[in-house]
């Protein structure tokens, strides 16, 4: 017979385990010493050490496992408790999924209304004068602005006198043929040099009240703070007017992106009617 050590390294079972099974009555040593309490096990007694630990590998409790072993003298004797024991992990996994999504909802309502009162500080109406502003206007996607700003930059670099910046004059969000105008703001002479040729358009934009927020983050995730500053205007039953603007404080350089999660665009929305300063 092996000892209790002997038996514990075979069975992977530490012998702190292998006395509380002895106490739960599921594996029971084959001898105990009447003088030094030392208990000694068989070989046969490996292969109901195995399936203890298989079945508890299976979250089987320990009462469940002193059943199965009670009424389960060869494999097939198995499968209905494994069947159950199935079903149940499925109906647990329905269940915690669940739950999952509704932890994930409340999490993200938290979060949200967190990110609203936060943002709502951040939102503020101001006064944007007009500007010279030297852009390249064309139709297509928005993540071809980047060409428009090289244009701008290669023509224009002496004069430039601010972030760049994208007008948008569409009222709605469009994949492929979206109006815009990329460029930045320029200083006074700028217009004098020969850029015709390149469509570059050298032009003043007016200014006025504007509804802003500077979103911190990727651009991809930029809709979330367009609602912000669109449900500010609609709870204040303000009109829009375009172009709407984004100015890019932080973003990618010419050779590196640097980490999207820190850039910072500020949206301008242009509001119509009279306003006191």
Not at 116 to 141: H, N, P, V, W
Not at 209 to 227: M, N, P, Q
Request: glycine share 8%.
């Amino acid at each position: 017979m092996y000892s209790i050590g002997e038996f514990s390294r075979i069975t992977r079972l530490t012998t702190k385990t292998l006395r509380h099974y002895h106490q739960w009555g599921i594996l029971l040593p084959d001898h105990v010493d009447d003088d030094s309490g030392y208990r000694y096990y068989r070989p046969k007694s490996v292969e109901r050490a195995f399936l203890i630990s298989e079945l508890r590998r299976l979250e089987f409790s320990i009462a469940d496992i002193r059943e199965i072993l009670a009424s389960s003298n060869k494999d097939c004797d198995l499968l209905e408790h494994l069947q159950s024991r199935s079903s149940e992990v499925k109906n647990l996994a329905v269940k915690y999924h669940r739950l999952e999504e509704e932890l994930e909802t409340a999490i993200n309502t938290i979060r949200s209304n967190e990110m609203k009162e936060s943002y709502s500080l951040a939102i503020k109406e101001k006064i944007i004068e007009d500007m010279l502003f030297a852009g390249y206007r064309y139709t297509g996607r928005y993540d071809q602005v980047g060409k428009a700003f090289s244009i701008i930059w290669k023509n224009c670099g002496r004069f430039v006198n601010g972030k760049a910046m994208t007008l948008y004059y569409d009222a709605e969000y469009k994949e492929r043929d979206a109006d815009i105008e990329g460029g930045c703001q320029v200083r006074e002479g700028c217009a004098l040099k020969k850029i015709s040729d390149n469509n570059i358009n050298v032009h003043k934009i007016e200014g006025g009240r504007a509804v802003t927020l500077i979103h911190s983050g990727r651009y991809e995730d930029i809709g979330t703070s367009y609602k912000l500053v669109f449900d500010y205007i609609r709870d204040r039953g303000y009109d829009v007017c375009l172009p709407t603007r984004e100015i890019y404080l932080k973003g990618p350089g010419i050779f590196f992106k640097g980490n999207p999660d820190k850039y910072k665009t500020e949206i301008q929305i242009f509001l119509k009617g009279n306003f006191e300063k």
